[in-house]
């Protein structure tokens, strides 16, 4: 992804455009899968120089509070970020093997507010959904990517 592209994204979202916003939404931009903060922070720290691993843990999180990136959840508990394209409402398959992530079309959640409303009458604001699974180049046996 060009800078450029990365400014774009965050004025669309109000967002200030600063150098380490940027850098930090590029490093993700050129990744297949997810990256953890310190694999971030070892990316940008080439061409930011002076960043502190507690500042790209800031940036991440304002970025993933203004959904402008992801976060992706592994059974070590660890925390991951993964930058999608994608803008629209959607889920991700995690593949558990090569850590690739696919993008879902189906919500499939429409059930589960209908049953919220008849259950007691109250409404669903948002929700955060995340499959986990093996893809199908790691159930044949070659991804072709180590983990
Ligand atoms: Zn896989
Ligand atoms: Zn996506
Ligand atoms: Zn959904």
Redesign the pocket.
Known sequence: MELEQGAAILRRLKLKVTPRRLEIICCLATEYSFLSAEEVWSRVRLRLGSIGLPTVYRILDELAEAAVITRIFLSNRKQYYFL?S?QDH?H?FVCESCHRVE?LEQCGLDAVSREIAQRSGGRVTSHILQINGVCGACCQGHSGVAA
Request: glycine share 0%; proline share 0%.
């Open positions: 999608c994608n959607h991700h993008d």
